[in-house]
């Protein structure tokens, strides 16, 4: 599914049209952004957490070459399914 | 800031963002992340533009050990909800720390620094193994070898200063009026030869010549010489290097070499000329040059700096009392390898003192020219009587203001212990004057 289909389901069940739910989808998307900017932890209940993590800085070896970088830290956005949602998909696989 | 948000206060935000009424932005919300799930049942992935893809992937089965019991378990493929955020999000989120990017690390430096200074002490030490080695090699040689590499030090150093065909000339003198005295002479040359030595041997037979010269009195330089290589055995047995050996010996050949061209190169010009020597002590013709002089003293002085304490006393000792022993006459013929001219020449009736210069073979590393003048006795210059714990280097700086003058008073008053000055002695203070 990717964003379209996802955009136009979302319209139909919202009832809303297509160029709305973009919009909604936007500012929504823009909301989480800023909270995990923020540091914060976003909490869906039944799907999961999303949140920020801190990578530390590192040391990292091109095989090919032998040349050693040293890789800067980093905050990434990490998505954290909830357990009920990861039984859901291993009920049927 | 830190803060966990939950689904209403998502929509609450999300309401107040988009300008929607909080049940819409509820609905919305809700319908959101059912249609990702849904999409994640039906397809296994679902992408949503600013925010990354939800994706379902395998997990091959594995077997693991249970930690606790070491039992073989298997773990069963599953699948896994990855999520990777959009590019979007990743920057905006990162941006504390945007502005850092890789950077090569260059970890050989520290290492390197390390294994160079390393290097550059062991490079050290194996020089000073080097110079200690030169020493030892000297050590086994026979002595009169070991006279020939230092006077050959020695002719190198005067080479250097001056050009030096007068020098040559006088030099030899001394060695021929002891020959004259002497009568072995003449044989031996031959046993130096024949000695067995370093492979430089072909080139000394010259050597000698050049070098005995300088020496009137052989005696002295005979037992600063045995002194020097009792101490040189001691340093043997400390170190041991070969590598220090090669060198000691490619040093000693050169020197050889140099030597020999000096002596052929001005070996003829002193036949011409001869000068003959009382038995206890050794007179400079009117002939010696101004150049002669200098050079010789340097030598001289050089080599008293390098002696030990004990070396040169023993040496003066020998110097003073055995004026025309067998042993000098002996050494003297050994060390002569040509005997091309013994001529008779008249005494001078003046007595003059040379400077021994058997102790300029004794050490040639220390290098002072201090004194550059030869010197001569000129009646008494007054009487000393010794004090306590007074040694003759102590006088002679009192009275000349140089303390490598007392060889001067030793050969003056005919000392047979100048080591060994008792309290009361009275002494002779020479009044010297340089020759020339």
Known sequence: MNNKEFITKLAKRCNITVAEATANVDAFVNVMTERLKENDQLNVSGFGVLEVKMRKERLSVNPKTGQRFLVPPKVVPTFRPSNKLKEKFNEKG | MDAKLNHSDLSALLAKEAGMSLVKAELLTKTVFDLIIEGLEQDGIVKINGLGTFKLTEVASRSSVNVNTGEKFEIKGHKKLVFTPADSLKDSVNQPFAMFEPVEVDETYCDESDEENSDFVAEENGAAEEIHVEADDV??????????VEE??????????????????????????????????VEEPVEVLSEPQVEVKADEPVEPAVEQPKRPEPVMVHVAKKEKKQFVD???????????????LSVVFSLITISAVIYVLYITPEKETAIAVSTGTVVLSDTVTDK???????????SIEGVTVDAVTEATIVDATSGATPQDKELVSNEKPIDTLVQEVPEPAEYKFVITEELASLNLKNITLADTVMYYADGDLAEHKVVAHETLTRISLKYYGDKKLWPYIVRYNSLSRPDDLSKGMKILIPKLKPIN
Do not use: F, M, R, W
């Not at chain 2, 030096?164 to 060695?175: G, L, M, S, Y």
């Open chain 2, 152 to 185: 050959n030090v020695a002719d190198e150093t005067v080479v250097e200063e001056v050009e030096t065909e007068p020098e040559t000339v006088e030099e030899e003198k001394p060695e021929e009026v002891l020959s004259c005295e002497n009568e072995e002479v």
């Open chain 2, 234 to 248: 001691k340093e043997k047995k400390e170190k041991k290097s070969h590598k220090g050996l090669y060198v000691a």
């Open chain 2, 139 to 148: 050590a086994p040689l026979p002595e009169e070898e070991q006279a020939v």
């Open chain 2, 292 to 302: 002669y002089v200098p050079a010789v003293n340097e030598y001289i002085t050089d």
